[in-house]
């Protein structure tokens, strides 16, 4: 168990075999991989100094990390995993014997389709992860201690942008050696993110696999992203951002929290799981404005927690950062699209509340003028948006194919 | 133009001549009803006492009421209008030359579907009316000033429900001799009330024509205005309801409004009428999280226009009276849409993201189980569940012949 959960750090312990090594230990390495049994160890990548695309600097970035898998001696078979808006880096397996298992652990891991004795998979903590007060998470945001002035960042941490996550992530590959990546793969934010590697840096990216979103955020997700950020201007603990020495606007980031959560879903999945329980057996709503529902009990539960462990402002930066995203941040949508030149697999829901299928289309035929592949693939299932996290699985002989292509 | 603007106050000027007219007169008043040019006037229904279904006392009770066409002698060519959540009595017409007309006024005058020519379309504003500060609309509730205090009922007054709404326009319609309609028709929180009166008094609903509406509040829709609630408590100047006699929650309310816009609406609509512009022009929202999209922009000032003459207590119970519908109210909802026996004309939208579409054909098959005539119309349109407002005229001919039938 200890062996396998070492095998589990990639980088740091493997770099004196992938710099110079016999065959021999290279299949060992590999054989000692199809044993990993989950165990990951969350590491932290380090940037004395990082520049915004914007012109900003940002000293020190810290961001989380972690890998599944073996990076081979040609440092060709990296696949970069990017994170949702609520999710960090650990896209598999789990921390400890009793922790709960990354949100595609279904498809990554040896013999899945994202298969760890072939590939190494690697994952960061983005930029302002949503996180931020989360044991395993590691990131730089407005609650980052500035070293200058000994205190958080707060609203003088500028805007960051999907680049900028890029950015970063580019870096931390670098550090490991890695200068092509056999693919990038994210859901939502995630593909964003996926978007941006394969536009900004074409030669670096071989294959791009974008899973319930598009090319660029729409106004549909303008206005929908802004409603996520209302409830925490709201809470009048924010107090323009400068919360960290007081009490933070946990009751904001609840409901913000709730937002997101049901936007990210859909009715089937309401429906099919919620009835008209009340929450309490004696609090009969229709007698009492403060009583309530079952379903509004369980998302309001279901934010507290998610709220204990997330930071308001961190929030804030990224619904900016989705807001501004737009493939290549160039000229036009069909200029950052024509730029991709990897074969792209998408996959999408036509239930999908937050990344209209419609933008979705439009993505897949902009990169596909100009003879790009392009397969476009609907996810089924009753979560709507959710299905690209939680339904990924029948994607995979899709996604096993198209890596082996 | 005064006679015309006369001949629509239809029931306290014509009470002397539908009690005991000749045929001449009535042929007259006909005519005159042709000549209707829409000019309405809004009048006040008064009940000295109303006991809400959950047996609470709200004294004095008055609400607002207006109609289109003549009642004729029989008192049986009425048709009840019910309206939606930010709606009012104005379904039709309007108040003055310049003013803007009545949301269904596509399908309702002179020769339309609902011919004004033919029929005496009453309509009322709801308890609890969310524009309790417009100066056309006259509701009861929270903002509403208490005799025994003189000061507004606040979080005191009871919660009311869709029941309490229907029995209220129920003594209305008494109050002019009405004993059957001929027809309700409601969109969306009208559908409600539409199928709370066939439910509960099927001996007094000749037709039943729910709009994008089911028959009782889903679980999805339970959540979804929840989420429209808020808002407005995570309003500082909110203060447990209590904010009469100082700031009103504006903020709170606003961002409540822009949740109900954006949610009534569909991703078509918002990507079909906007782009990715920036609020101002040098103000990149890539460079500052204050500066704002176009969208973003639009949705703020539809809202906070709204907020002026909204009241935020009033939509705290409104959204409770949505939340509790089940039509009936009965024992279950197969009892609620059982004891239905009017023939139904239902309109609802596939891409409604406010009632599901699975919600509302469960509805039309429930009605229908026990040999009730039903028939169930998709409306087409880019506005999801605003179509079933905004898009009605599509729907003329079979509204026409529903009522002829």
Redesign the interface.
Known sequence: MQDSRRLSRPIRSYRPFATGLCTVTALLLTLSAQAWDGLVEKQEFLMEEYTTR?GDTIAPVRVGWEAYGTLNEEKDNAILITHFFSGTSQAAGRYDEDGARGYWDSIIGPGKPLDTDKYYIIASDTLVNLNAHAPNVTTTGPASIRPETGEPWG?DFP?V?IGDFVDVQKALLESQGIERLHAVMGASMGALQAYEWASRYPEQVERLIPVIGSG?????L???L??WA??IR???NWNDGAYYSDTPPL??LR?SL??VT?NANH??W??E????SWAEENAD?????EA??A??QT?DDIATARAQVADANHL??LV?AN??F?AGHGESLEAGLAAIEAPTLMLYSEDD?VF?P??VKRTAELIAADGTPVKLLPLEGTRGHLDGVLAIDQAGNELSDFLAR
């Open positions: 914007g609203l805007v942008t660029m955020t729409d106004p549909w303008l206005a929908t802004s409603a209302a409830p709201l809470d009048a009751d904001g409901e709730k937002l049901l009715w089937q309401a429906n799981t919620f009835d008209r709503p229709s007698r009492s404005l309530r529902y379903i509004e998302l804030l930066y900016r807001q501004t737009m509340l209209a419609q933008s």
